[in-house]
């Protein structure tokens, strides 16, 4: 019988004598685990002397069965085992750690042995968490007596039933209503948006970052045909930008809401830590292999913070494993090759510290152009002072640090809820409904086991002359080398967005979302001076589902700062109020194909920014 859901679950570290012979439930990650040893079930002796079979005897775990003496000849032995009429069973153990979240400040996790016997073995691997439900007993150890004097047993867990937390186990625990839930979700027009909005909610903006973190979790769909070329689905993300602007707590959040996510820093991780690493079994004192972070986040997220920190040898290691996942390995006369099929998410500082926009990404980042183009989507966040949105930062900030106070009252809630209702004119996300986190993880977790979205009559001439212009722009400039990797990263991202719509298709705007968000991440890579001519060649492309207002607002504050920059070098002092004249910001505006400035004006948006409209004189004001 397997018994499962005990109601009473228990901490590695707060097994004591009471629990002895009781049956207890703990969880952990496994952190090594033996080969399959044929363990003695039933035991049938022959007698030497006189070939009379004894037996048959069962073997229990305490001790070895002595036969005594034969009942045919009566002799005190010897005898030797039966091999043919011996029944054997499958035996396995395992050391189960402590979970390292579950590990209270300042300790070392703790680990317990675990055995594993019949068809409970090979239930998992090294790197899995587990919930292990089983008896807690005590062995006789008589290497620890000479050690201590005086008799002490060891402690063991003899598994009765061992549950898997991974992606595939808790997708088939979904019940009814959440797939309910699900599908009723994936029917919102806006669910992409929604799911950009819900993504790190305590992080303030940031919408390019959230987008590209959304896609990287959804990921695309590995192909593999006739498993003879592989081509890896996983979006790989490189964050890189100024620092305070919430790279780490971005990673942070990621790695509570994957499914299966291994956090590391580039300090503390060498190359042998993030891939694999040989030593000595303690037990059979042969060489074994032992993962590394990349192989314990198989299907799942690698998360690298201080992605610049690292080595430049121990950076090499991650090559194979980004674009081929998989990691070779010869030490110690182990040949062999081990799957990390995962996405990595990398954060980098510039060289000195601030991102310099007067140099392009590849002399801002001490990184080499082999691993730069095994990134998919490249984010630069740049720390750019602006009045308007320095000051909804800070009221956001204070009222999220108001709510998330231990003894914050229901008041603190609402006054958070009421400056997020005012800050939604001021961003063209914030206004829509935000989707609760544990039902965003289910949705991740049903859209990745479920939906395997199909190319399907895509416009292969889109691509095709998209990753033409790409390829001269970048020839032109000499910032991030465009390569055929970006083709795939193209189609992956917009796998990943039909994903994110549960569509079984890929359409068209999946293609045009995937090209944006392409174009998005190059043109934030160049030079200043390159940035204005670059967006005026690719702004068919990066205005593809972006609002109105958005657009127009951006345009109007370029304006705002140059006839600020204008009035400062003219008249000597910073005004108050700067003028804008409408008629300048009409024909930016009709560069990209918008006539009717009216419904921009009357906007909440509009008027969040400090502006307003003077309908005698035509002109538009802006108080600074």
Not at 83 to 93: A, S, V, W
Not at 311 to 331: C, G, L
Not at 427 to 451: G, M, T
Request: aromatic fraction near 6%; glycine fraction near 4%.
């Amino acid at each position: 019988v397997r018994i499962c859901d005990l109601p009473l679950q228990e901490e590695i570290r707060s097994l004591r004598q009471i629990h002895l012979n009781q049956m207890v439930r703990i969880e952990g990650v496994v952190s090594a685990i033996t080969p399959i040893l044929p363990q003695l079930f039933m035991v049938k002796f022959d007698c030497t002397k006189c070939g009379f079979i004894l037996g048959p005897f069962y073997q229990n775990q305490e001790k070895e069965v002595n036969p005594g003496t034969c009942p045919e000849c009566q002799s005190q032995g010897p005898f030797a085992i039966n091999q043919e009429l011996t029944l054997y069973k499958n035996y396995q153990r395992l050391v189960l750690q402590e979970s390292p979240s579950k590990v209270s400040a300042g300790r070392l996790p703790r680990s317990k042995d675990v055995i594993l016997t019949g068809d409970l073995c090979d239930k998992c691997k090294p790197g899995d968490e587990i919930e292990i439900t089983g008896v807690y007993s005590n062995q006789y150890d008589s290497s620890l007596n000479t050690k201590q004097g005086f008799p002490v047993f060891t402690t063991v867990i003899v598994a009765n039933h061992v549950l898997r937390n991974d992606a595939k186990a808790e997708t088939e625990r979904l019940t009814d209503e959440d797939i309910k839930t699900i599908l009723a979700l994936s029917k919102d027009e806006n669910i992409g948006e929604r799911i950009i909005a819900s993504m790190a909610p305590s992080v303030y903006g940031h919408d390019d970052i959230k987008r590209a973190l959304a896609l990287s979790l959804f990921g695309g769909v590995t192909k593999n045909p006739g498993e003879k070329h592989k081509v890896r689905g996983d979006i790989n993300v490189l964050l890189c930008g100024d620092p305070g602007t919430a790279k780490s707590q971005f990673l942070k959040y990621i790695q509570n809401i994957a499914p299966r996510a291994v956090f590391s820093t580039g300090q503390g991780a060498s190359a042998v830590g993030l891939t694999a690493y040989v030593a000595r079994s303690p037990v059979s004192k042969e060489w074994t292999l032992e993962a590394g972070a990349l192989v314990l986040a198989d299907k799942g997220v690698c998360l690298i913070d201080e992605f610049d920190k690292m080595n430049d040898q121990d950076r090499t290691s991650i090559h194979e494993a980004m674009e081929q996942q998989s990691i070779s390995i010869s030490k110690a006369g182990i040949v062999t090759s081990l799957q990390a099929r995962c996405a990595v998410i990398a954060a980098a500082n510039p060289i000195g510290g601030r991102y310099d926009n007067s140099m392009t990404f590849s002399e801002n980042v001490d990184l080499t152009e082999p691993i730069l183009s095994r990134f998919d989507i490249l984010c630069v966040v740049k720390d750019n002072a602006d009045m308007v949105i320095d000051e909804n930062l800070a009221r956001f900030v204070v009222a999220s640090h108001m709510r998330s106070h231990p003894k914050s009252k229901e008041a603190d809630i609402e006054h958070m809820a009421k400056i997020e209702s005012e800050l939604a004119n001021a961003s063209s996300l914030a206004h829509i409904e935000k989707i609760p986190q544990d039902i965003l993880r289910k949705y991740i977790l049903y859209a990745k086991e479920k939906i395997q979205p199909k190319l399907h009559q895509m416009d292969q001439e889109k691509v095709a002359k998209v990753y033409s212009e790409l390829r001269r722009e970048s020839m032109c400039t000499g910032s991030v080398p465009i390569t055929v990797r970006h083709i795939e990263s193209m189609l992956r991202m917009a796998e990943a967005n039909a994903k994110m719509h549960l569509r079984e298709f890929v359409t068209e705007d999946d293609i045009n979302m995937a090209i944006r968000v392409t174009l998005e991440a190059f043109v934030a890579t160049q030079k200043h001076s390159v940035t204005k001519a670059m967006k005026r060649t690719f702004k068919s492309y990066l205005s593809y589902k972006k609002d109105n207002n958005e657009l127009l607002l951006h345009l109007l504050n370029n304006l705002s700062k140059e006839a600020a920059i204008y009035m400062r070098n003219r008249y000597g002092s910073s005004e108050d109020v700067v003028e804008i004249d409408e008629k300048d910001l009409a024909e930016k505006a009709r560069s990209i194909n918008i006539q009717n400035l009216q419904p921009f004006l009357n906007s909440d948006m509009f008027k969040a920014f400090n502006y307003s409209y003077d309908n005698k004189r035509k002109l538009i004001h802006r108080r600074l």
